[in-house]
């Protein structure tokens, strides 16, 4: 299936039903891609969500900044999972300013430590297990996280995730810059996801199998 889509007239969540893992095949500067993130981690009724984010590339203060910039009401449980370089910022505490608290934030010190990662996002999934919420992922970045684990590795541990993504029913979606890397590294990832959403023309793309 392909279907396009603009941000100013349809919501992505009519092309992707819950539970899918999508991968975000765009540039990582770009405003559509800022868009498209949202809109994947925005609910119609965002108070009864849980949000989950993983950020290479993000501070904890950006990941809520962004979030409020766009949403007025803040999600029913969220947790940031902060890893290498933004594990700096998750000192900050909880206040008017719309930083995050400290008991939202989940550091992982080591960036290729995939053990580590998988672990912990398993046990938030465990933790929200039961609480009737819809949950919903964003990963910023798979580019970033290439930096630090070989594509075999990156692989197996995304074959993983995913699956436990699908078995808890969350819809996810992965960042990937194309302009970032290789045709092979592209196709290879791209082989574990059901649904693709990518740029042309300025337009989103969704392709699903």
């Not at 719309?98 to 465990?126: A, C, F, H, R, Y």
């Amino acid at each position: 299936m392909r279907s396009k889509g603009n941000h100013e007239s349809e919501s992505l969540h009519s092309d992707i039903e819950q539970g899918t893992c999508v991968l975000l095949l765009t540039p990582s500067i770009h405003a559509e891609t800022d868009e498209t993130c949202h809109d994947l981690l925005t609910l119609p009724d965002s108070r009864g969500e849980n949000v989950l984010w993983v950020a290479y590339t993000r501070s904890p203060d950006a990941c809520v900044r962004d979030w409020l910039s766009r949403t007025d009401e803040q999600p029913r449980n969220a947790r940031i999972v902060t890893v290498g370089e933004t594990t700096r910022s998750a000192s900050t505490a909880a206040g008017g300013d719309g930083g995050p608290s400290n008991d939202i934030v989940e550091p992982l010190s080591n960036p290729g430590d995939l053990t580590g990662l998988g672990i912990k996002l398993s046990e938030i999934l465990q933790e929200w297990g039961d609480n009737g919420n819809e949950t919903v992922a964003c990963f910023d970045s798979l580019t970033a996280l290439l930096q630090y684990a070989d594509l075999q590795t990156v692989y197996k541990f995304l074959h993983v995730l995913t699956g436990r993504f699908n078995t808890a029913d969350v819809t996810a979606h992965f960042h990937l810059d194309p302009n970032a890397c290789d045709q092979q590294t592209i196709s290879t990832l791209t082989s574990l996801f059901d649904t693709v959403v990518e740029l042309e023309d300025g337009e989103r793309v969704v392709r699903s199998r």
